[in-house]
């Protein structure tokens, strides 16, 4: 009966421990899927990170991105990221705090590589941050309110003439921009754009009307030394705009002329390479007319009209924005 009773205990503490295997594996099946899940998640943003670390950080030299990098290490260490993927950049940390001047000044001279991405299947290799020659293609769609239609000029109608100045609201609009931006370093820039205004109206008149600005720009940015930061800039745009409107605008005998075009603004860029940009900008041209006119009771008479035109606006923007070497 000993024996009996000493092997029912046994086959009872079996089931127990099978049970508690088939509860481990049954919880392993749940949890190891879930875990891979947030790998992958964390991977992705780390290569987000990488990017923006390449876009950003790389120009601003030895020290910004022995900050980032530090930074980046102490983010993913605290997420639980599989070491695999942060010792490649504990890896570069290493080599750039390393890294003496004069080899810095001989890896420039002999490696001039042009920076790439790294990605699951390829490393990334590391190009010298002051070898390089950064420039920004920007995108952008505009906004435009509170805009100011302005005229002053001669008039001379059956040989009297005078002058008179009007000032008219326009509707609101919204126009299409390109530009192009090269830096000298890490924070001053020039370049050239060019944007095209869809055609608007006065709010009191009839005839739709647009100007075609093209221009140089300066760019002058801040360089943020955090990811989650965003980066400031202030611009200035100075150029020459054409001039277009439609017939009810300019009449039958009018002829429209470009001008003198400026702007001044500001926005915030994000790491993802969205901005927003807010810029107030003034667009100049002229307006020649001259023929014979019918008041309709059988007189003609002869008229002149030479007019200054003078458009001002507010345009927010929406853009996207990025960054490529050139050399």
Known sequence: MAGIAFLW?????????????LKMMVLMMIVVPIVQAGQSELIKELEDDYGYYQRIVVPTGKQGKINFLKKLIIKYEKKSLDDMYIDPIK?????????????????????????????????????????????????????????????????????????????????????????????????????????????????????????????????????????YQPSFYLTGQLGYNILEGDRDYKGKDGVL???????????????????????????????????????GYGYFFPYKINVDIEYSLIRLSIGYSFFWNIN
């Open 91 to 227: 890896e570069e940390l290493k080599s750039i705090q390393e890294e003496k001047p004069a080899q810095l000044k001989e890896k420039i001279y002999e490696e001039k590589i042009v920076p790439t991405y790294r990605n699951k299947e390829r490393e990334f290799t590391p190009s010298p941050a002051y070898n390089l020659e950064l420039a920004e293609t920007i995108f952008k769609i505009g906004f435009e309110a509170n805009g100011k239609h302005k005229t002053d000029g001669q008039y001379m109608i059956d040989y009297f003439s005078y002058t008179a100045t009007t000032a008219e609201d326009v509707n609101d609009g919204v126009s299409l921009s390109v530009e192009q931006v090269i830096y000298a370093n890490n924070n001053y820039g020039l370049g050239g754009g060019i944007a095209y205004q869809i055609e608007r109206e006065l709010k009191d008149y009839e005839g739709k009307f647009n100007f075609i600005p093209i221009y140089g720009l300066a760019k002058l940015r801040t360089v943020p030394r955090d990811i």
């Open 257 to 295: 002329d470009g001008g003198l075009y400026y702007g001044i603004g500001g926005g915030l860029s994000f790491k993802n390479g969205f901005l927003f940009e807010l810029l107030y900008s003034v667009n100049n041209g002229s307006y020649e007319a001259q023929g014979v006119g019918y008041d």
């Open 9 to 21: 205990q046994g086959e009872i503490i079996m089931n127990r421990n099978l049970c508690q295997l």
